[in-house]
């Protein structure tokens, strides 16, 4: 199964890293994927689309999951560490930076 994910917004909340858009096997695409981190345990994780009740619009297998949350820890870690912080004539938030760094320092993900 090939999943292709497009990271769509970085930090548009305090708890949230990453939104992106998922595509499964060129076939199903999920909109509004959200990437952050566990508050327990300091993990990577992924949340669904929700529906008006609170539930998940979209269920996946373990498999899948594991597919979707390392595309999707991939493309946002790629573009952190892609930002110029040299470029003194750019205003680039703070978090980004804070961010770069917890990446290094954590020597990047570990894909499955």
Avoid at 74 to 101: A, G, H, L, Q, V
């Amino acid at each position: 199964m090939s999943v292709i994910v497009d990271i769509i917004d970085t930090f548009p909340t305090h708890d949230i890293l990453a939104v992106g858009r998922v595509k499964l096997d060129s076939i199903h695409t999920m909109n509004d994927v959200i990437l952050k981190i566990d508050d327990d345990t300091e993990m990577y994780i992924v949340d669904f689309p929700q529906t008006k009740d609170g539930q998940s619009a979209v269920e996946v297998n373990d498999e899948v999951n594991q597919k979707i949350l390392d595309a999707m820890v991939f493309k946002y870690e790629r573009f952190i560490m892609s930002i110029d912080f040299t470029d003194i004539s750019s205003r680039i938030p703070y978090i980004y930076k804070m961010e770069k760094e917890r990446i290094m320092n954590n020597k990047g993900y570990q894909y499955a």
